[in-house]
C-alpha cells in the first residue's frame, strides 16, 4: 500500500498543476478551454509527472522546481491521444473509459484543444523558467530540459513514431521497426520525463546514463505491456474495447512475437530497468516501485 | 523596386533556414518531413519573419540571432493554415494556389505535420537559445522572447481566434467580436512577430509600445484587406475560391461594415500604423513601407 499512496501523492500533485494552469474560461473562447480541462482531467496514470517528481525526490530536491516540467510532458501526451483519437487518425471512440475530446465538442475543435495543449506545455514552462531562473547556470539547464522534451516529443521522437504507426497499418512489421517506432512513439517522452528533471536537479553523466537506461526499459516494458493487455483486457478495464489495435490491422509485440514470448521479454526489460538503478542504492526504492507496478498493472 | 527587392531578399533568409532546418529524411518517418517541407516551401509572403528581420535592422542588428526566432514565429503560422485546411476545420482544397497538405498526404498526416512543425517552432528556438546564449541577460531576453511568442500563438492568441472563428460560422458577430475574433487569430502573432525580435534587440519599454501599436494596426487592416480580397478577387490572384468566407457564412468585416466602409478603415488603420514609428524616425521607411505593401497588395 505505501507504494500506491506514494504513487498516488505525487499524481495529485499533477493532477493540481494542471487543474490549476487550465482553468475555465468565460470569454468568447471558453470551449477551447472546456476541451483542454476534460482531457486533461480525464484521469489517467499520470505516470510521466509521476516520474518527473520521483526523480526530483531521488535527488532530494523539492517537487515544485520539476512539476512545471513535468506536467508539461502530461500536456503533450494528452494532445498526442487527442489527436490520435480523431476520426482522421485511430478514430476512437473512447478513451480511458471515458468519450473522447472530438466526440463531445466535434473533430474541429478537438483539433484545436490538442494544438493548444501543445502549445501550453511550453508556454507554461517558459513562463515558469522566466519567473524562477535566477542564474546564468539555472537558465541554461531550464533551456536544456525544456530542449530535450521538445525533442523528445517532436517528428525525431514521439511525432515519428505516430507516423511510423498510421503508415504501418495493415503492413507486418519488422521486429526491428517495430521496435524504433515504440522507442519513438512512447520511448522518447517517457525518457524525456525522466532525464529532464534530473537535469533540473544536476545529475551527474553517469547518474543520467543509469536514468536513460531506466527510462528506455520501462518505456519499453510500458507498450509490451499494453499490447498484452489489448488482447487480453476488457473495455470495463482498459477503457477501450479488446483487440482494437489487432482490428485496426496494427503489428504489435503480440502479434510479432505471441504472448508467452512478449511476457517474457517484459519481464527480462522490467529487470533490466531495476538493474539500471543501482547506482542510486535504496534511494531508487520507489522508482524501481514503478518499473514494477508497470509490469503488473491491469489498466 | 527597391522595396521588394529588400523585402524579398529578408523573405529569401527565412525561406534558406527554414529549408535547411527542416530536411529530407529517409528514416522509416521520411513522409513527416516531405509532409511538414511541402507546406513549408509552398511559397506565401513570409510576412511574419520579414517583420522580424526589419526589426532587427531597425536596431542595427544583424538578422542572424533574430532569424530563429523569426522563423519560428513562420513554422507556427505554417502548421496553423495546415489544421485550419482540414476537411475536420475550414475543408479547403487550395492555399496559395497549390493543393492542401492533406489532399496530398491524407488527413492523419497532415494533423501530424502541423504538430510536427509547431513543435519544431519551439524545439528550433530552444536548441538555438541553449547554443547561443552566453550571459543570464541573454538567457533572459531570449526566453522571455520565445515566452511571448508562445503566449500569442496559443489560447490566448491565435487558438483562442480560431475556436471563435469555427464557433461563429453561419452566425453574424458584433463589430466587437469579431475585432477580438481577429485581435486573437492573426493579430496576436502578427504582434509577437515584431515585439519578440524588438525584446532580442534590447529595445526600450517606449520603442516596444511603438512597434506595438505598429503590429496591432498593420495586424487589423491585413485582416481587413484578407476580407475585402475575398470578395473581390479571384482564385487565380487569391490562390482559394473567391469568396470563400461568405460561402461559409463567416462574419468578414466587409459583411459587417460593407466594402466601402472597410477600405476607408483600411486607410486609416494603415496611417496609424505608419504614425506609430513616427519616434524611429528616418530609420522606419523599410517598416512603413511593409504597412503600404499590405494595404495596397492584391494577393
Redesign the interface.
Known sequence: MEFKEKYQSLADLANSYMDNEIQE?E???K???SA?RYSILAGGKRLRPVLGLAVAELFDSPPGPVLPYACAVELIHT??LI?DD????DNDDFRRGKATN?KVFG??????A???L???A??SM??Y??SS?Q??ED??KK??A??LI??S???KGM??????D??SEGKKLSPH?LK??HK?KTGALIRASVIAPAILCDATQDQIKSLGDYADNIGLAFQIKDDIMDVESSLEVMGKPQGSDAELGKSTYVTIFGAEESKKMLFEITNNAIDSLSIFGTKSEFLIGIAKYLANRNN
Open positions: 474560461n470569454g468568447l473562447e470551449t477551447i478551454y483542454m494532445y498526442s489527436h480523431l476520426p482522421a487518425m472530438h473533430d474541429a475543435v478537438a483539433v484545436l490538442g494544438d493548444g501543445l502549445n501550453h511550453f508556454e517558459l513562463k523558467t522566466l531562473a542564474t546564468r537558465y541554461k533551456v536544456n525544456m530542449q521538445a525533442q516529443s517532436g517528428v511525432i515519428a513514431g505516430q507516423v511510423i498510421i503508415e521497426a524504433y517506432m519513438c
